[in-house]
């Protein structure tokens, strides 16, 4: 039973039964229904549509650290194509071609749930771990962390879903693996 003043989209639910008939009502419910499998087909294009490869969403994470400080350092650089190598075996035309595509990437992006969204929904968290401790070697290759390339780190961290104790394991890590 419809309460007298219920609303529904606005409009007044008991008081448009009396005012149209039910293939009127038919009809709004025609056109709802196609707007909602037009709105669902749109977001079914978006996901059978090629995502970005795992190469270069992680690329693209590592890259975030390296232009934080508005200062990529040609050892930031290299220690990036070092990970992408060692982790994903690509030849160098390969290489190459994700490091371009996720320096645009990474330029383009418009926050860290793009990339992040993505590599959460694909990767262990053992992997997810890597990226967090590759990104605190791409901030520590110039010498020093920034304050916004930790922030930059942390924020990845939270959206990877990686705990904070790991976060810090990872720093640790990644501060070891440095001073060697």
């Known amino acids: 039973m419809v309460k007298r003043g219920a609303r529904f989209l606005g409009i007044e639910v008991a008081g448009y039964f009396r005012q149209h008939?039910?293939?009127?009502?038919?009809?709004?419910?025609?056109?709802?229904?196609?707007?909602?499998?037009?709105l669902r087909g749109a977001n079914h294009a978006d996901t059978t549509?090629?995502?970005?490869?795992?190469?270069?969403?992680?690329?693209?994470?590592?890259?975030?650290?390296?232009?934080?400080?508005?200062?990529i350092d040609a050892?930031?650089?290299?220690?990036?194509?070092?990970?992408?190598?060692?982790?994903?075996?690509?030849?160098?035309?390969?290489l190459e071609q994700c490091m371009d595509e996720a320096a645009s990437l990474a330029d383009n992006a418009t926050s860290l749930f793009e990339l992040t969204s993505e590599l959460n929904a694909a990767l262990e968290a053992t992997d997810r771990f890597r990226i967090i401790?590759?990104?605190?070697?791409?901030?520590?290759?110039?010498?020093?962390?920034?304050?916004y390339e930790e922030q930059v780190i942390r924020r990845s961290a939270?959206?990877?879903?990686?705990?904070?104790?790991e976060f810090?394991?990872?720093?640790?890590?990644?501060?070891?693996?440095?001073?060697?």
């Open 49 to 71: 549509e090629q995502k970005h490869s795992l190469e270069v969403l992680t690329a693209a994470m590592l890259y975030q650290v390296a232009r934080v400080d508005m200062d």
């Open 75 to 94: 050892a930031e650089l290299a220690r990036i194509r070092s990970f992408v190598d060692n982790t994903f075996s690509l030849g160098a035309g390969e």
């Open 21 to 38: 008939s039910f293939t009127q009502l038919a009809g709004l419910i025609a056109m709802l229904t196609k707007f909602l499998d037009a």
């Open 168 to 180: 810090i394991r990872a720093r640790h890590a990644a501060e070891a693996r440095a001073s060697t």
């Open 133 to 147: 401790e590759n990104m605190w070697l791409v901030a520590l290759a110039d010498g020093e962390i920034d304050k």
């Open 158 to 165: 939270e959206l990877l879903y990686v705990h904070h104790g």
